[in-house]
């Protein structure tokens, strides 16, 4: 088997993607905007500021190597060789030294210079103005380039982007988590100082409780919500779950909190989740199961409420 020594490998982790393609397939290399690039072959994937993202399968990386590997399909040998030449890897028998983890780092999407198709899709959905207003100015959420895509962002206490969900603002409904996302740090909206946390599957569920707060002439940015970015099925036993990552984190952040009221949607998993949650923290704080009154989930609850009928599509979790 080739050997190749720690050295080289790190050296080839060196070279940027941009600097390989102006020199080596400067005929591949699209330019959008000033610092900004997309390749002929996949106009999903896009290259800035020394990182990549290739959107339509939802792979991302941090050099030239990872897109070898994870773009045109060449073997780790192979990628090293046409970074670094022949020379570079020897035929051995000695095992390779295993590679560090790269530290998680979110990619998010270019921002859009308006909000237009992301304020429409909010609004469409039954969701306050104001509010989509408030989440806009925070940055909380944002249209992105190039497909006009809302952008969910979850910050640390550091006011650092943490998480990132994309979700599309047309009929195809495509989601995700953008690469890179930590869930610990899911979209949130928690300015109030109450000693009450209330709890949702998804950013847009959280959003249209929040509506209905105002709908019924309370402040919802009293409230500390928080979305979960999905949920999990529990195990066997709903006491041996894991407790939600966001859930922890924003817990572990805020000792003033008393009481958790669960907003998880009306399906097996929704309950399902709720169950595990209540059975994991039920002797530390008081537990409160508020589903939507109807509909599968909040935003069914608020578009019934309001008269807007929506056409469900399948979701597909992933960018074009």
């Given at each position: 088997?080739?050997?190749i020594?720690?050295e080289?490998?790190?050296?080839?982790?060196?070279?940027?993607?941009?600097?390989?393609?102006?020199?080596?397939?400067?005929?591949?290399?699209?330019?959008?905007?000033?610092?900004?690039?997309?390749?002929?072959?996949?106009?999903?994937?896009?290259?800035?500021?020394?990182?990549?993202?290739?959107?339509?399968?939802?792979?991302?990386g941090?050099?030239?190597?990872?897109?070898?590997?994870?773009?045109?399909?060449?073997?780790?040998?192979?990628?090293?060789?046409?970074?670094?030449?022949?020379a570079?890897?020897?035929?051995?028998v000695?095992?390779?030294?295993?590679?560090?983890?790269?530290?998680?780092?979110?990619?998010?999407?270019?921002k859009?210079?308006?909000?237009?198709r992301?304020?429409?899709?909010?609004?469409?959905?039954?969701i306050?103005?104001g509010?989509?207003?408030?989440?806009?100015?925070?940055?909380?959420?944002?249209?992105?380039?190039?497909?006009?895509?809302?952008?969910?962002?979850?910050?640390?206490?550091?006011?650092?982007?943490?998480?990132?969900?994309?979700r599309?603002?047309?009929?195809s409904?495509?989601?995700?988590?953008?690469?890179?996302?930590?869930?610990?740090?899911?979209?949130?909206?928690?300015e109030?100082r109450?000693?009450?946390?209330?709890?949702?599957?998804?950013a847009?569920?959280?959003?249209?409780?929040?509506?209905?707060?105002?709908?019924?002439?309370?402040?919802?940015?009293?409230e500390n919500?928080?979305?979960?970015?999905?949920?999990?099925?529990?195990k066997?036993?709903?006491?041996?779950?894991k407790?939600?990552?966001a859930?922890?984190?924003?817990?572990?952040?805020?000792?003033?909190?008393?009481?958790?009221?669960?907003?998880?949607d009306?399906?097996?998993a929704?309950?399902?989740?709720?169950?595990?949650?209540?059975?994991?923290l039920?002797?530390?704080?008081?537990?409160?199961?508020?589903?939507?009154?109807?509909?599968?989930?909040?935003?069914?609850?608020?578009?019934?409420?309001?008269?807007?009928?929506r056409?469900?599509?399948?979701?597909?979790?992933?960018e074009?």
């Open positions: 088997m080739p050997y020594s720690p080289v490998i790190e050296q080839a982790r060196q070279i940027d993607l941009l600097t390989y393609l102006q020199a080596c397939e400067p005929n591949e290399l699209v330019r959008i905007s000033a610092n900004n690039y997309t390749t002929r072959t996949h106009d999903s994937l896009k290259i800035s500021n020394g990182k990549w993202m290739w959107w339509s399968h939802r792979i991302g941090y050099n030239a190597l990872d897109y070898l590997v994870k773009v045109k399909g060449v073997s780790f040998v192979e990628a090293v060789e046409t970074l670094m030449g022949r570079a890897v020897m035929p051995s000695v095992c390779a030294a295993p590679k560090k983890e790269q530290p998680k780092v979110l990619l998010l999407p270019e859009s210079p308006t909000t237009d992301v304020t429409e899709y909010l609004f469409s959905r039954g306050d103005y509010i989509i207003e408030s989440c806009i100015s925070h940055g909380l959420i944002y249209e992105s380039l190039p497909y006009h895509n809302a952008v969910f962002v979850g910050y640390d206490r550091e006011q650092k982007p943490r998480y990132a969900a994309f599309a603002t047309n009929n409904r495509i989601m995700g988590d953008c690469s890179g996302s930590d869930k610990h740090y899911s979209f949130r909206i928690a109030g109450s000693d009450e946390l209330h709890l949702f599957e998804c847009i569920d959280l959003l249209s409780y929040a509506t209905l707060e105002v709908l019924a002439g309370r402040e919802w940015r009293a919500l928080v979305s979960l970015s999905g949920v999990y099925l529990s066997k036993r709903p006491e041996d779950s407790t939600p990552m859930l922890s984190q924003f817990l572990s952040e805020n000792p003033n909190v008393r009481k958790i009221t669960l907003h998880l009306n399906d097996a929704g309950r399902n989740a709720s169950l595990a949650i209540q059975a994991k039920a002797d530390r704080y008081e537990m409160a199961d508020c589903p939507p009154q109807y509909g599968k989930d909040y935003n069914d609850y608020l578009c019934r409420k309001l008269g807007i009928f056409e469900k599509n399948s979701e597909r979790r992933s074009r």
